[in-house]
């Protein structure tokens, strides 16, 4: 079993699109998959409780299939911080419960397992811990996803620091374009455009699994699969 702790350079980096396509890509290898959504805020009402666009969509991509509770077991309906919104929901999520339930999941000993995080690296879980600290408690290589926009070299160096400084392994970054601007579009400038990849490959030190460009598919289960098509395994031969 392979498991990646999956986080992003900023909220809206292109986390679950990047993790669903990974879990996609390995079920066409035939491998079995598990993607989970620990915390998510910004959930729906639903007649089977809260629901996440985003846990829907890692778990459309897990196979064999789980229960939704297995994928998100913290649910909360305001699309902010998620600590802010446990906050008004009266709850108060901690490293100790989270890891145990991931743990769980875990066991289940899948081919490949990805855990998604919510926003960057240093998104608060309550007022005393970050959700950080869950990769950091079950010793997880991280897998970080960089929004390819104007500043994204920035943040993808500090995120990478921050991540190391935690004593954990990055096993790969993957680039999703957000905006291409002037900084990523290689229609318009491609010297820019590789110049500005090639900084991200020599300054990360860690592979490049892929560089998700702007897709035309409209739904959750066809952007991963779409996504699939541009995108590596980290350590494959781990996989096999």
């Known amino acids: 079993m392979t498991a990646y702790f999956v986080t992003g350079t900023d909220t809206d980096a292109g986390k679950t699109l990047v993790a669903s396509g990974l879990l996609a890509l390995a079920r066409r290898h035939g491998l ?3 993607g989970l959504k620990p915390v998510a805020s910004g959930c729906e009402s639903t007649a089977e409780g809260l629901r996440n666009i985003d846990a829907l969509t890692l778990l459309a991509q897990s196979t064999p299939t789980t229960p939704y509770v297995t994928i ?10 998620p600590h802010l919104a ?3 929901a009266g709850a108060k ?5 989270l890891a145990a339930h991931v743990a769980e999941s875990l066991a289940e000993k899948r081919d490949l397992t990805l855990v998604e995080g919510a926003g960057g690296w240093r998104v608060p879980l309550n007022d005393d811990e970050d959700l950080a600290g869950l990769a950091v408690r079950l010793e997880l290589p991280v897998i970080l996803v960089v929004g390819l926009q104007l500043g994204c070299l920035n943040h993808a160096r500090l995120s990478a620091e921050a991540i190391r400084a935690d004593g954990l392994r990055l096993a790969g970054w993957v680039g999703n374009l957000i905006d291409p601007g002037l900084s990523f579009d290689e229609a318009a400038d491609e010297a820019c455009y590789r110049d500005n990849l090639a900084t991200l490959e020599r300054t990360l030190e860690a592979p490049c699994l892929g ?3 702007r897709l035309t598919a409209n739904t959750p289960d066809a952007r991963a699969l779409a996504a699939a098509d541009y995108l590596t395994l980290p350590t494959c031969e781990e996989l096999r």
């Not at 999520?93 to 419960?97: E, G, K, M, Y």
Request: hydrophobic fraction near 40%.
């Open 93 to 97: 999520p901690t490293l100790d419960a």
């Open 86 to 88: 446990a906050r008004r």
């Open 32 to 34: 079995t998959t598990l």
């Open 211 to 213: 560089i998700v460009p």
């Open 72 to 81: 998100n077991p913290y649910t909360y309906e305001p699309a902010i911080a």
